[in-house]
């Protein structure tokens, strides 16, 4: 399941690749596959299913979960009543990117800072973690909900290894927003109650990527991501979750300058870095 991790460890979404959120720590090692989607029993369907349509190919060819190359941009993570605060910058050397701001609404101590970065130079460089749309099932596209701005296409998810028990369990579903060609926001979501690894069931799993859209000065870039899980490990051990990572001061610090004016400013930086 897609699982973003906290910075040491990867983002919530990235921090080397897509991880979809920190999660909880029994998440890092569980949930490699696809995690989640909404039970939407919304009507309306204007095409047939199994039918992308040129305009969601197109905005899916471009989308990139941890949004554009080349941003900095502020991480605040909330979970638990807990809270942390992070800086990343793309363009500095690998173990430099991030930096821990604050801790728990404070200035970290100098303990918790070489802790943070203990953490960090244990990371593997290089990882990548997988992208929901690289798992979602083309032939079972179903158009959820549609209008004369926005259309929610709601896809199942194939395995993503021989030993996912996850995916079979789980929708996902990407919000178009058609004047600018560009995914607004991906929900994933269980839709009925799983077991990923045979001690531990799942009973809600819920992930929501919020996206803005691209203008004159900026491509579409990550905004919040939200977790919410339910679940219990060897009958016992509540796994109940619910996260929410917010990101904020975004600046571009690649090697070329935003385009400005292009056919679909969700491309801008797509293929700088």
């Known amino acids: 399941m897609y699982a973003l991790k906290s910075p040491v460890g990867g983002w919530p979404y990235q921090r080397g690749g897509l991880k979809l959120l920190p999660a909880p720590a029994f998440l890092d090692g569980m949930l490699r596959h696809p995690l989640i989607l909404l039970l939407a029993a919304l009507l309306g369907t204007s095409l047939p299913a199994g039918t992308v349509p040129p305009e969601l190919d197109r905005a899916l060819k471009l989308f990139r979960a941890e949004g554009a190359r080349g941003w900095a941009f502020v991480q605040t993570t909330e979970s638990g009543g807990e809270n942390m605060v992070e800086h990343y910058v793309p363009a500095k050397p690998e173990f430099s990117r991030w ?5 728990e609404n404070r200035q970290p101590t100098p303990a918790e800072l070489k802790e943070y970065q203990d953490r960090l130079s244990r990371r ?16 079972s596209c179903e158009c959820i909900h549609a209008d004369e701005t926005r259309a929610a296409y709601c896809f199942h998810l194939l395995p993503g290894a021989s030993d996912d028990r996850s995916a079979a369990h789980l929708t996902a579903t990407f919000t178009l927003h058609k004047p600018t060609s560009t995914i607004e926001r991906v929900e994933l979501a269980a839709f009925e109650p799983f077991s990923p690894v045979f001690i531990v069931k799942i009973t809600e799993a819920k992930t929501i990527m919020i996206y803005s859209l691209p203008d004159e000065h900026r491509p579409s870039l990550l905004q919040q991501i939200t977790v919410h899980l339910r679940g219990r490990a060897l009958w016992l ?13 975004h600046k571009y610090t690649g090697r070329q300058p935003v385009a400005a004016g292009v056919e679909n400013p969700a491309r801008a930086n797509a293929s700088s870095h």
């Open 99 to 103: 930096t821990l701001l604050k801790k």
């Open 124 to 139: 593997t460089s290089g990882s990548t973690a997988p992208n929901v749309k690289d798992q979602i099932d083309l032939a």
């Open 237 to 249: 051990k509540s796994l109940d979750e619910d996260m929410t990572v917010t990101y904020s001061e």
